[in-house]
């Protein structure tokens, strides 16, 4: 339910639900002192509060509203008229519950005409009907005071609804900036990257084609030139993917997959990169380490953990890749030795608040492969945290789901 019909509804129970108690103790004071016709009239009042109630309950808010404000109407104004008890300002209430829970205005026009008319119909005595048995005079004044006095409630109540209103569109307005600015620091992020590669490569080809570049020469700048795209399809990539999830665009699709050949297929991505920097990686993942989970976003967070690691690994340094099935979940780390960050930057990692790093051999990031990592883990009903300290190398934990050992296809 939209948030102005919770707190109308809401309004609609101020009117309805607290009167009952009260309706009931009236109706037997009034049989008790013959006043049957009163009595009758109360407990017929009784009887569309809790109608009003049971529609409400029923989710027929607009019901509900017609029928509470009809029949109140019509029971305040017979009963005004006859007994002269002071409820024809209950009248009044309506009027502005009306005008405050509607919105189409002949609607408002039209209840608001009869009430004032039933108001003033009472009021200025336009039918003079004398009770046998008439309300006592403090009981009148009470009437008056309490019918008064909801008017004041229900003022209030609507005016802190505006302002619970106000309050929740500004903090969607600061989202929304947050939101933009998080964009805009996105799109730097990929123009920049995308801005070096591309420029690399027109001035090679522009210097080939003016024969100014040896064709010997050539093949190292190309080298260096597809390492550098490479990189770039990798930071598109998660960056594409990143905004399909944003725009609901990505469905998860939990299948059970075999751990240890997702990490063989990770792993053959970095080979070159592994192999430039002499990195010793052992990986330890056994055979029986299945995950639950979509296979694709598995695949792009294992990616990412790995790139990270040797990004950020020295030459001839360490990572360790292993995972292990307990109780149901599968906990896979990726350890480097590398460089590090302070511990209280680690949850910056997960967010737009962290800066693109550089790694030891100058490669730089786009600051987004780990907020994607977060996302597809939360997706995934797992959970991705990390460890490290200045020089002493990070460690990353994925945890999800355990999966179903399944037979592997084997290609004839």
């Not at 970095?270 to 010793?280: D, G, L």
């Not at 990692?349 to 962290?354: A, M, W």
């Not at 800066?355 to 987004?368: D, F």
């Not at 994607?372 to 994925?398: D, I, M, R, V, Y």
Request: charged share 20%; glycine share 6%; proline share 4%.
């Amino acid at each position: 339910m939209p948030f102005i019909e919770a707190r109308r509804t809401r309004l609609l129970n101020l009117l309805t639900v607290p009167w009952i108690p009260g309706l009931v103790f009236f109706a037997i004071t009034n049989c008790i002192q013959e006043r049957y016709l009163l009595s009758l009239f109360n407990c017929l009042n009784v009887a569309c509060s809790v109608g009003t109630v049971i529609l409400t309950w029923k989710q027929r808010y607009l019901s509900a509203r017609l029928f509470i404000i009809i029949s109140s109407i019509i029971i305040y104004t017979v009963t005004a008229l006859i007994y002269r008890n002071g409820v024809e300002y209950f009248l009044l209430n309506i009027l502005i519950v009306t005008v405050l829970v509607y919105d189409n205005k002949w609607l408002i026009m039209s209840l608001s005409f009869v009430m004032i008319a039933s108001f003033l119909a009472v009021r200025f005595s336009w039918i003079n009907f004398i009770p046998e048995r008439p309300v006592p005079h403090d009981r009148i004044i009470f009437n008056v005071a309490w019918g008064l006095s909801f008017i004041i409630m229900a003022l209030s109540y609507f005016k802190r609804v505006h302002d619970d209103y106000e309050e929740e569109k500004e903090v969607q307005r600061q989202a929304l900036v947050a939101l933009n600015r998080d964009k805009e620091k996105l799109f730097s992020i990929i123009a920049h990257d995308i801005r070096g590669p591309l420029a690399t490569l027109e001035m090679l080809l522009d210097m080939f084609r003016k024969g100014e570049y040896p064709e010997a020469d050539m093949k190292d700048a190309a080298d260096e030139l597809y390492k550098k795209v490479n990189r770039l399809a990798g930071t598109m990539d998660n960056m594409l993917r990143w905004s399909m999830g944003q725009m609901k665009g990505i469905r998860v699709k939990p299948v059970h997959a075999s751990l240890a050949i997702l990490t063989e297929e990770i792993v053959a991505l970095f080979e070159n990169a592994i192999r430039e920097k002499e990195i010793h990686l052992r990986v330890d993942v056994p055979a029986d380490c299945w995950v639950y989970a979509d296979r694709d976003q598995v695949s792009v967070i294992l990616r990412n953990l790995l790139s990270n690691a040797v990004k950020f690994s020295y030459p001839g340094g360490e990572i360790r890749m292993s995972a292990i099935n307990v109780e149901g979940q599968v906990t896979f780390r990726v350890h480097d030795q590398g460089t590090g960050i302070a511990p209280e930057k680690i949850p910056q990692l997960f967010t737009f608040k962290s800066a693109p790093g550089y790694g030891t051999k100058g490669e730089r990031g786009s600051g987004l492969g780990l907020l994607l990592c977060q996302e597809f883990t939360a997706q995934n009903k797992g959970h991705l945290n990390g460890q490290s300290a200045p020089s002493q190398g990070t460690q990353f934990t994925l945890v999800l789901p355990a999966g179903k050992p399944q037979p592997v296809k084997i290609d004839s």
